[in-house]
């Protein structure tokens, strides 16, 4: 599986916008960027993926490079609820691929009020 | 989004006994359900693909006996930790996906403390 570089700690403060980056310079054609986050003592939520294009939904925004090798979670303003462990994970759809998730240490967010 | 239960939500248990912990699909047939285990301030490390009617595959360096997984069903897949030790004491997270879905849903997690 390719893997995934992200900051180990942001900060942010309450309000403002956020941007998480994570670089996949090995990244295939076949593989999916996904954002995973998970808040203390819960599993992962799922808060968006892409392949090529920007993608947004209620959660996130996700910006993907021209190359794919790097991308961006925005959260457009962050709120104390938005204090999470955030994982750019890298899913490969291609043929034999076994639909597993391999988290890397992903970056902790704190939101400062 | 999709609902994933697991049960219980933390147990503590004597050494030496084993401990069973499920994963369920609450609102969608899951073909396929992973299993995950989380130690204090590091990230989840996958230990196992259930798919249904057929055997787990086991990640490297996870011993297939100690951690016998079950998945009878398309809405229900087991993990049981046998003979616990207090190395086995850890955050055990499940989660499921349909067939090819883009996304996977996780439970809440279980919290297992061997005395």
Redesign the interface.
Known sequence: DAKTTQPNSMESNEEEPVHLPCNHSTISGTD?I?W?R?LP??????VI?GLTSNVNNRMASLAIAEDRKSSTLILHRATLRDAA?Y?CILRD?GGGA?????????TLLAVQP | GAVVSQHPSRVICKSGTSVKIECRSLDFQATTMFWYRQFPKQSLMLMATSNEGSKATYEQGVEKDKFLINHASLTLSTLTVTSAHPEDSSFYICSAGSGNADTQYFGPGTRLTVL
Do not use: A, C, D, M
């Open positions: 999916y996904h995973y998970q003592s819960q599993g992962p939520e799922y993926h462990v994982y759809v076994t639909n597993k998730l391999i988290f890397g240490t992903g």
